[in-house]
T-cell receptor
Framework: KNEVEQSPQNLTAQEGEFITINCSYS?????LHWLQQHPGGGIVSLFMLSSGKKKHGRLIATINIQEKHSSLHITASHPRDSAVYIC????????????????FGKGTKLSVIP | EADIYQTPRYLVIGTGKKITLECSQT?????MYWYQQDPGMELHLIHYSYGVNSTEKGDLSSESTVSRIRTEHFPLTLESARPSHTSQYLC???????????FGSGTRLTVV
C-alpha cells in the first residue's frame, strides 16, 4: 500500500466548477506539500502546510493532522488549471537519513473543459 | 531571483554516449535531490545530497552518478546511456523538511 494515496486519479470538470482533490497518508509527517505539474514537465510548489488551511488566489489547501488527510480545492476552475496535482509528504523530523525526502502520491490529472 | 536551473531541457542522444545533466540553484539550499519520472508515473528519488561532498543513492536504483563539489551545483552523469535511461529527470532543492521545496523544469532525456 502506498504511503500517500490521492483521489481521484483523473478528474474532468467544466470551466467554473469547484474542484476538490483528496490526499490521505499513513506516516507521521512534518509537512504536506501540494505540487502542480504541467504537460511541459516542470513542477511548481503550490502549498506547504503542517496544520490548518492556506489560501492563494483561487486555490485553498487544508489539512487534518489527526485524520491524516488533506484536500486541495480550486474555486471557479479555468482551463489553465489543467495539470497533474501531486500530494507529497515530508516525514517526521529526526527519523534518520531520509527525513528530508518527500514521499509522493501518484498524482491527480485534472482537465478543465471550456 | 532565487531559482533552480536545469540544462538541457531536452536531450536526444545515442546509445553508449556519456551525458551530464546540469542542476544549479541560487538559494543557498544545502539539500538537493534528483528524481526520475516516467510518463504518467510518480516521481522516484534516485540521488540526494545534504551538503558539499555528501551524496547518497535514493530509493530507485539508478546507473547514474552525482557529485556535490559546490553548494549550488549538483550534476548527474550517465557514463554510458542506454534506451532504458529514457525518462524525465527533475532536480529539486530544499533547506529542511519543514521548508518548501523548489523544483527545476526537468530534463527530458531520450536515448536512441
Amino acid at each position: 500500500k502506498n504511503e500517500v494515496e490521492q483521489s481521484p486519479q483523473n478528474l474532468t470538470a467544466q470551466e467554473g466548477e469547484f474542484i476538490t482533490i483528496n490526499c490521505s497518508y499513513s506516516v507521521g509527517i512534518s509537512a504536506l506539500h501540494w505540487l502542480q505539474q504541467h504537460p511541459g514537465g516542470g513542477i511548481v510548489s503550490l502549498f506547504m502546510l503542517s496544520s490548518g488551511k492556506k489560501k492563494h488566489g483561487r486555490l485553498i489547501a487544508t489539512i487534518n493532522i489527526q485524520e491524516k488527510h488533506s484536500s486541495l480545492h480550486i474555486t471557479a476552475s479555468h482551463p489553465r488549471d489543467s495539470a497533474v496535482y501531486i500530494c507529497a509528504v515530508s516525514p517526521t523530523p529526526y527519523s534518520g537519513a531520509g527525513s528530508y525526502q518527500l514521499t509522493f502520491g501518484k498524482g491527480t490529472k485534472l482537465s478543465v473543459i471550456p | 531571483e532565487a531559482d533552480i536551473y536545469q540544462t538541457p531541457r531536452y536531450l536526444v542522444i545515442g546509445t553508449g554516449k556519456k551525458i551530464t545533466l546540469e542542476c544549479s540553484q541560487t538559494m543557498g539550499h544545502d539539500k538537493m535531490y534528483w528524481y526520475q519520472q516516467d510518463p504518467g508515473m510518480e516521481l522516484h528519488l534516485i540521488h540526494y545530497s545534504y551538503g558539499v561532498n555528501s551524496t547518497e543513492k535514493g530509493d530507485l536504483s539508478s546507473e547514474s552518478t552525482v557529485s556535490r563539489i559546490r553548494t549550488e551545483h549538483f550534476p548527474l552523469t550517465l557514463e554510458s546511456a542506454r534506451p532504458s535511461h529514457t525518462s524525465q529527470y527533475l532536480c529539486a532543492s530544499s533547506s529542511g523538511s519543514t521548508y518548501g521545496y523548489t523544483f527545476g523544469s526537468g530534463t527530458r532525456l531520450t536515448v536512441v
